[in-house]
């Protein structure tokens, strides 16, 4: 009886831990992908759109078709550079002189004191700036915004020639379902940070890894410059049929010249064309990296990319974002001196929010102020750019790192009386 109640007891107990062990595992991984949900429920966009009529809707948002998360970039162009005031003529004709000897125009004193020049060529910026940095959008017209960044600073902002004033907005409530708003319908828009827990109508973001010649990144993927979420599709054709297959089934996608082999997650694997998701007329894939900025690969760099379910980084929510504050630091010139102070790059960027762009080959980076450690100048072509992470990048092919920048001005003596510094004189720019 002793023999036998003992083996019944064995028996039993190794039961009670095997179904132990099982509903543990089972609520271990429940909790790890709801922990994995969460990571991103906060990063979606959220806010309160008001209408000329005074209807009011809040909710999950997406601009036009594209931009749904607090890392995507909302673009348009400064109307007028304030930045101006610090410098005089003597300066101006200088940078217009130097620009137009790169330019191989023989007229350049003509051109150099044409005001209009100055303003719409040399000194008026893209601006280009993450949502969650945005505190509202105001609509004034068709093509201009004032836009009010989360210090309170305004910023008028002229959208022509960019999608992101002008589009639809959607608003997702959680009863109703997707509110579609024309551009016209629209007077504000007022971001708030996104609920925890909140459930995507939208589908789930795009994780993964991309192979390029220009390196291996890691991150939230942004698939021909607009596809970001699960439930968007790739459109293109086989041999034998038109597909349209949405993002959320697709385990990898590699670049085949000018069209692409498409592997799902059951296996299944097709050649697919004649789509500009799929051949030469891609614009481009997208790795958004949270701290360093954004890496666009064009389509003859890119080679392939692999998604996955688990996220390959933590996506920053609205209250992630550090309180905006004026680029400051120490500008060494080729001579050994040193300036300090709140600075104005290429007389445009003063605030940490930025964006510096550069290029690898015909890859892009967009990588935030606040992300760089320090920026070398190599010659007139390029510049060694160091973030604060520890990666480096020799960028070229933009005038934020070669010399077509229209130099540096250095609060070192307060906020009237800035140094002025041509470009062709920086020897090295150091952020705090």
């Given at each position: 009886?002793?023999?036998?109640f003992?083996?019944?007891?064995?028996?039993?107990?190794?039961?009670?831990?095997?179904?132990?062990?099982?509903?543990?595992?089972?609520?271990?991984?429940t909790?790890?992908t709801?922990?994995?949900?969460?990571?991103?429920?906060?990063?979606?966009?959220?806010?309160?759109?008001?209408?000329?009529?005074?209807?009011?809707?809040e909710g999950?948002l997406?601009?036009?078709?594209?931009?749904?998360?607090?890392?995507d970039?909302?673009?348009?162009?400064?109307?007028?550079n304030?930045?101006?005031?610090?410098?005089?003529?003597?300066?101006?004709?200088?940078?217009?002189?130097?620009?137009?000897?790169?330019?191989?125009?023989?007229?350049?004193?003509?051109?150099?004191?044409?005001?209009?020049?100055?303003?719409?060529?040399?000194?008026?910026?893209?601006?280009?700036?993450?949502?969650?940095?945005?505190?509202?959008?105001?609509?004034?017209?068709?093509?201009?915004?004032?836009?009010?960044?989360?210090d309170?600073?305004?910023?008028?902002?002229?959208?022509?020639?960019?999608?992101?004033?002008?589009?639809?907005?959607?608003?997702?409530?959680?009863?109703?379902?997707?509110?579609?708003?024309?551009?016209?319908?629209?007077?504000?828009?007022?971001?708030?940070?996104?609920?925890?827990?909140?459930?995507?109508?939208?589908?789930?973001?795009?994780?993964?890894?991309?192979?390029?010649?220009?390196?291996?990144?890691?991150?939230?993927?942004?698939?021909d410059?607009?596809?970001?979420?699960?439930?968007?599709?790739?459109?293109?054709?086989?041999?034998?049929?038109?597909?349209?297959?949405?993002?959320?089934?697709?385990?990898?996608?590699?670049?085949?010249?000018?069209?692409?082999?498409?592997?799902?997650?059951?296996?299944?694997?097709?050649?697919?064309?004649?789509?500009?998701?799929?051949?030469?007329?891609?614009?481009?894939?997208?790795?958004?990296?949270p701290?360093q900025?954004?890496?666009?690969?064009?389509?003859?760099?890119?080679?392939?990319?692999?998604?996955?379910?688990k996220?390959?980084?933590?996506?920053?929510?609205?209250?992630?974002?550090?309180?905006?504050?004026?680029?400051?630091?120490?500008?060494?010139?080729?001579?050994?001196?040193?300036?300090?102070?709140?600075?104005?790059?290429?007389?445009?960027?003063?605030?940490?929010?930025?964006?510096?762009?550069?290029?690898i080959?015909?890859t892009?980076?967009?990588?935030?102020?606040?992300?760089?450690?320090?920026?070398?100048?190599?010659?007139?072509?390029?510049?060694?750019?160091?973030?604060?992470?520890?990666?480096?990048?020799?960028?070229?092919?933009s005038?934020?790192?070669?010399?077509?920048?229209?130099?540096?001005?250095?609060?070192?003596?307060?906020?009237?009386?800035?140094?002025?510094?041509?470009?062709?004189d920086?020897?090295?720019?150091?952020?705090?």
């Amino acid at each position: 009886m002793t023999t036998k109640f003992t083996r019944s007891n064995s028996y039993t107990t190794t039961f009670i831990q095997r179904t132990f062990l099982f509903f543990a595992f089972v609520f271990a991984l429940t909790f790890t992908t709801n922990l994995s949900a969460q990571n991103h429920s906060e990063a979606w966009l959220y806010g309160k759109v008001t209408t000329w009529d005074g209807d009011v809707y809040e909710g999950q948002l997406r601009w036009g078709k594209e931009e749904a998360f607090w890392t995507d970039m909302f673009n348009a162009s400064k109307i007028d550079n304030e930045n101006l005031e610090y410098i005089d003529d003597r300066i101006k004709d200088k940078i217009a002189d130097n620009r137009n000897w790169q330019n191989g125009n023989r007229w350049g004193k003509w051109v150099s004191r044409n005001i209009s020049y100055y303003n719409n060529h040399d000194f008026t910026h893209q601006f280009s700036v993450q949502f969650g940095e945005i505190e509202s959008i105001k609509r004034k017209n068709s093509s201009k915004v004032y836009l009010t960044m989360r210090d309170g600073k305004q910023i008028k902002l002229n959208g022509d020639g960019y999608n992101d004033v002008g589009s639809k907005i959607r608003v997702y409530d959680p009863e109703i379902g997707k509110i579609e708003l024309n551009w016209s319908d629209v007077e504000m828009v007022e971001f708030k940070a996104t609920p925890k827990g909140l459930k995507s109508q939208i589908g789930e973001p795009l994780f993964g890894k991309v192979e390029s010649w220009t390196g291996t990144y890691e991150g939230y993927i942004i698939w021909d410059k607009d596809e970001r979420v699960s439930t968007d599709k790739l459109d293109g054709e086989t041999r034998d049929a038109d597909m349209s297959i949405e993002f959320g089934n697709i385990k990898s996608i590699k670049q085949r010249g000018n069209s692409s082999e498409v592997t799902l997650k059951s296996g299944r694997t097709y050649r697919m064309g004649d789509s500009n998701d799929v051949d030469n007329g891609n614009r481009g894939v997208i790795v958004a990296i949270p701290g360093q900025g954004r890496v666009v690969i064009d389509w003859d760099d890119f080679d392939e990319v692999t998604f996955t379910n688990k996220p390959s980084v933590e996506m920053i929510t609205y209250n992630s974002f550090a309180k905006p504050e004026k680029i400051y630091g120490t500008v060494t010139t080729e001579d050994g001196k040193a300036y300090t102070g709140n600075i104005i790059y290429d007389l445009d960027e003063s605030y940490s929010y930025e964006i510096l762009d550069g290029q690898i080959k015909d890859t892009e980076f967009e990588i935030p102020f606040r992300a760089i450690k320090s920026i070398q100048p190599r010659g007139g072509d390029e510049s060694m750019v160091v973030l604060k992470s520890g990666k480096k990048y020799e960028l070229e092919d933009s005038q934020d790192v070669n010399e077509r920048n229209t130099g540096i001005l250095v609060f070192d003596k307060g906020d009237d009386d800035p140094v002025y510094i041509f470009w062709e004189d920086v020897k090295q720019v150091d952020l705090k």
